[in-house]
């Protein structure tokens, strides 16, 4: 063809509503881009999808991403001059027990922060809105007035009309078929011919994975991801329905999420669409390969295994049973393994992106849009979106974990997410070298970046039970064992395994150089530690890393073990090309244990041959046991404490010899609960995108004066020109039995004026503690605020800009 395009800046392979609203994002944002569909634009899971489109999430970067959509959708047509049927209908989400109805008050509060106005409803006004309920066995509802339906092959139609208005190309019947990589560029293999580019998209649904191998001789990897079968089927039209719906309108979307399912009206029909929890992957073994082409084509019907949520479905609208089936949805929707998507950077692979496994994507698709275009054409993106950036998954994501988590998470699709609770799915993927000791002591364990850490020690008798974590409370079994694990670390010793955190080893002639035009404040000096802050180019918050410094061109980083790949394409991306020196990733090849408490010194000073009287923020190699070990002075819990680094292979002698010392073992519910007491902040909650580093209250890690740009420093000095408008704060709360969860809302006289990154009860100092970000001209000590804490409105008040627990240090520096 010879009007076929050869070049462009960017490539976006997938024509469903995703790559659609990707393309037309990009195209907004002034770029040349092409999209390619190797079908029909919409033949893969959005021609089956049921098109729903709640606003409704816990999930901050989500709910703001689907609020995004549905302000777009509603003026899209007009916008574009392509007619859609799109109805806000709203939606009535059922609540059957007292920890749900929780779990929506704090969904309303964030919502009411974005601007949206979810309403809870008591029981008896639920009728109101939908006569042919069942109402007897409920505690209350959610109403979401911005929820509805849309049609998704017209909306992919428009996004698609929209983006060649503005200059895109979309060329379907056009496979892409391979990518190879030709200096900086990339070449898009197709059968119509190569395409060259700045950036790749990989848009394909659930064909993603299979496109991704594409990029793995560029550094990339398997993506995370299994095909699930999603049914649902629409009715007959019910009279009944038809003859309110004429004087009435189009009922409200009802969800019952503690039953899993939605059931919607479709004409004068319904619609039921439940996530069952005998579900069925698809793709996954040998003798059920995927297809090449599964272009509009479904799974056949499998209605046996809904039997259960028809039946309850049925008590619930009893009109529901009042006519036939009249058409059964069966299709492949994919799933990442916490069911959320992957949109941004390519692990591993320069200028090459994601924007595919959505579950939902058709609520998600126009703010996936506006994310993935930010990704490709600013590197960077509006709200802090590490919630679906694909470098959360690293590699413990193989295909037995995912196929486990995503039919956890589909037969769970509405589950509550509770503080304490783990999915029990997929797990042991990453141990550390003391796991069995750390169990057979009574570790309950957590997945951390896969890693299996002990969350806390439970002793005989105590209730492990899955069941008894599905609480928002503080209390439970736990509560007591955390407490005597603090005041052990407190008044003795405590030692924490602790496995995974992300380790670079920085060396050779111009590291020190380097590293010192990337962060915002000083380096170490030789012997030293340092904690060193990276901002992007608005001066925003990117990472926290402690730096320890060996000699005068060697450092070794440590960072959050969930920042591994993110952290590390972080400072690979900003390595010069002619760089002498090398990075080096050993995260796997160490580990570390954490002793603190007032007797560390000395109980080390029984298996231990270092100089034990070493300042703070010190460095120096030792042995314990007969291996070697690195003894860095720093405590995360605010105590007099030493981490342990050594190598995998020495750790259970090291960690034998501390405990037969004295030291007791404890867990990342009590390192929080300490933490929170000193201030210390935590990545992607209290550090984020979100915020600069004024506003994260880093002043003092911040050098506007050193003679080294580094990126954020011009948007830093403009903002302590024009005043900070945000301040972190620590707030005590009288917060009752259940402490301030991320995002709960901070008010003033009847203001919303912040909002909380984290929070928990402090077992030193015997409060409810919350951190968060609060308008600068209130972020005075002793400013009383309320706290929306799952819909009760608790007391707070500003502390000083100080430790709680220890403020002087004296303890840490002892």
Known sequence: MSDFPTTTRVVIIGGGVVGASCTYHIAKAGWDCVLLEKNELTAGSTWHAAGNCPSFSTSWAVMNMQRYSLELYRTLADEVDYPMNYHVTGSIRLGHTKERMQEFERARAMGRYQGLDLEMMAVEDIKDRYPFIETHDLAGALFDPDDGDIDPAQLTQALAKGARQMGARIERFCPATGVTRNGNEWIVHTDKGDIACEKVVNAAGYYAQRVGEWFKPYGGRTVPMAVMSHQYFLTEPVPELEVWSKENGKLPLLRDVDSSYYLRQEKYGLNLGPYERNCKAHWVTPDDPMPDDFSFQLYPDDLERLEWYIEDAMARVPILGASGVGRVINGPIPYAPDGLPLIGPMPGVPNAFEACVFTFGITQGGGAGKVLAEWVTEGQTEWDMWAVDPRRFTDYTDQDYCNQKAIEVYGHEYAMHFPHHEWPAGRDKKLSPVHDKVVAAGGVMGAYNGWERANWFAKPGDDTSEESTHTWARSGPWQQRIKEECEAVRDHCGVLDLPGFSRFKIHGPGADEWLRGLVTGALPKIGRIGLVYFADDRGRIVTEMSVTREAEDLFVLVTAASAQWHDRE??????????????????????????????????????????????????????????????????????????????????????????????????????????????????????????????????????????QDFPGKAALMKEKQQGIKKRFVTLTVDAGNCDAPYMSTLWHDGQVVGETTSGGWGYRVHASIALGMLRADLAVPGTELQIDIYGEMRKAVVQKDEPLWDPQNERLLA
């Open 570 to 707: 972080w400072l690979e991306r900003h390595m010069p090309e002619d760089a002498a020196f090398t990075l080096e990733d050993w995260t796997t090849r160490m580990s570390t244990l954490i002793v603190t408490g007032p007797a560390a010194r000395d109980y080390l000073g029984q298996v231990c041959k270092g100089d034990l009287t070493l300042p703070w923020l010190s460095f120096q190699d030792s042995e314990i046991a007969g291996a070697w070990v690195a003894l860095l002075r720093v405590s995360f819990a605010g105590e007099l404490g030493w981490e342990l680094h050594a190598e995998n292979a020495d750790i259970p002698a090291i960690y034998d010899a501390v405990i037969a010392a004295g030291a007791k073992p404890f867990g990342m519910y009590a390192l929080n609960a300490l933490r929170l007491e000193k201030g210390y902040r935590a990545w992607k909650g209290d550090l984020s995108t979100d915020y600069t580093m004024f506003e994260g209250g880093l002043d003092r890690f911040v050098k506007l004066d050193k003679p």
